[in-house]
């Protein structure tokens, strides 16, 4: 190991090993099919100054968001050995509600030489209704709120804090599971981190943390250098927010300049009624994603990657939100199109790598028991994979999860087994990618039928307009969301609150992938 890039990376997938393994115990020891089988979780590793060192290939939305969680912990709490805080209050450093955060140190020789996090999107935290993602107009309908608080202190875990966050939720004894898988995630990343040190030293390791983010900065001005100097503006919109049928415009300016880039979301849509607020780390994490893209996966994801970008967002806008604000959909709608907003414009500074637009929605169902219609409360949650857009070289992959979800689906047998609801159809939307040279990826069709009276929520999007397409390609076909009650088929809006009979089934067709190049022939 004397070729210091190659000691170099060989340490980079050793740090990035210990956040794989928090997240393959969180999701084996959890309770809940959303973080068991989903995979609805993320893990990282920041140094001591809550600057990120690595992290494991999860959640787009929640690890870019992480920084400010941490930020948050470091700013408010002396952390001592044996700490461990909980939030997921999205003013301060969180998401949305169902994503609780855990943030502790590592101590070695008595200080602190790094910072473990996870976020796990559980399926109910309370809120006006089963899995706490309704289509509602302000955060204290949406769940319970958990400012940074410890869980554990000094060793000792606080019970209280536990009980005070599953009495408030419909599933205590799920949610006491998954806290807990959480909690065990970070302890086997403490002893991972401290195995790291023992065989490096403690100092090796921390010079090691800091050269691994000059590292990715030097990779990531390169990649930018190598791009066209210049201004690219795109705009891009929701199709509503649940209240009113205006559209909800996102406005960006890329501006690349020398080996920097500036992204200015100046001109976007100010605060909506509905639950389509982003907290500004969400923002956050949909720029961070996209230069991630664009500047090579081989770039190790860390604070020394995001040096490079400066990110403007207006005040009190669609894309920093403030207090009493709904933000929900903003952490699973919004981020998608903030997304598409800005691949959207550098597809003009770069059309050999830029993809059409994908699915842009993340078909956001929740389902769960209403009072006195269940022997055990209940509550599901799932995302819905959608089209692909197709890009320059290939087509678009069809039913599957794009950018900022990276979950997998609720296989029929799991969902079946934990609730009182049968899945009918499950299958590929055919003919749904926009044409093109390269054809996008088609949506899925997922119809899942009520056993019991049950409350459901949809928020979804690209309803009104379909993905779309670049270079001549056609766009995706929108989505649709139906409601199949005594045979008859009725539509239903992108975002909906509704209260199923037994035997009443939910179609949701989600959109298909925009296509790429003009058809030939």
């Known amino acids: 190991m004397n070729n210091p890039t190659f000691t170099l990376e060989v340490f980079i997938n050793l740090i990035k090993s210990a956040a794989d393994e928090m997240g393959t115990v969180l999701h084996r020891t959890a309770f809940s099919p959303n973080i068991k089988e989903r995979k609805d979780h993320s893990c990282a590793v920041f140094d001591a100054r809550g600057k990120l060192v690595a992290q494991a290939e999860h959640i787009p939305v929640h690890l870019g968001a992480m920084p400010e969680t941490v930020k948050t912990v470091l700013d408010n709490f002396r952390l001592e050995e044996g700490d461990l805080v909980i939030l997921n209050d999205p003013f301060t450093g969180g998401t949305h509600l169902p994503d609780i955060s855990m943030v502790s140190p590592v101590y070695i020789d008595g200080k602190i030489t790094a910072v473990l996090a996870s976020r796990a999107h559980h399926s109910d935290i309370g809120g006006y209704a089963p899995g706490s993602l309704a289509l509602v107009s302000d955060i204290f309908q949406e769940g319970l709120i958990i400012p940074p608080v410890r869980l554990i202190s000094k060793g000792e875990y606080q019970y209280g804090t536990e009980e005070m966050i599953t009495a408030n939720t419909r599933s205590p004894h799920e949610r006491k599971g998954d806290l807990e898988a959480q909690v065990s995630a970070h302890t086997i990343g403490e002893k991972r981190i ?281 766009d995706g076909k929108p989505g649709k969301n139906k409601l199949v009650r005594n045979g008859k088929a009725e539509k239903l809006p992108s975002k909906c609150n509704l209260k199923l009979k037994k035997g009443d089934k939910l179609k949701i067709e989600t959109p298909g992938g925009g296509g790429w190049g003009k058809l030939q022939g």
């Open 194 to 474: 401290r195995n790291i040190a023992a065989r490096l030293g403690r100092e090796v390791m921390l010079s090691r943390f800091e050269e691994i983010m000059d590292y990715s900065e030097k990779l990531t001005r390169l990649a930018i250098s190598n791009m066209p100097d210049g201004k690219y503006c795109f705009t891009d919109c929701l199709d509503d927010d649940g209240f009113s049928k205006n559209e909800i415009l996102i406005n960006v300016e890329v501006k690349i300049e020398g080996n920097e880039i500036t992204v200015d979301f100046t001109g976007s849509s100010p605060q909506v009624e509905g639950p389509f607020n982003c907290p500004r780390a969400v923002t956050y994490s949909a720029v961070y994603y996209v230069m991630k893209c664009v500047t090579g996966a081989e770039i190790p994801a860390n604070a020394g990657a995001f040096r490079p970008v400066t990110i403007k967002i207006p005040a009190s806008s669609l894309l920093s939100a403030t207090r009493p604000h709904a933000v929900g959909g903003g952490n699973v709608e919004t981020s998608q199109r903030i997304v598409d907003t800005i691949i959207g414009a550098l597809a003009r500074a770069l059309p050999h790598l830029i993809p059409a637009a994908s699915q842009g929605t993340m078909n956001n169902l929740s389902i769960g028991s209403l009072a006195g219609t269940s022997g055990k409360p209940w509550s599901y949650y799932e995302t819905i994979g959608g089209g692909a857009g197709a890009g320059p070289n290939r087509e678009g992959a069809s039913a599957v999860h794009t950018h900022m979800t990276n979950t997998l689906n609720t296989p029929v047998e799991a969902l079946e087994y934990a609730y009182p609801l049968r899945v009918n159809r499950y299958e590929i939307r055919r003919n749904s990618g926009g044409r093109g040279k390269h054809r996008g990826g088609g949506g899925g069709i997922r119809e899942i039928q009520a056993l019991e009276e049950c409350h459901a929520t949809i928020l979804s999007d690209r309803r009104s307009r379909g993905p779309w397409g670049l270079e001549g390609g056609e």
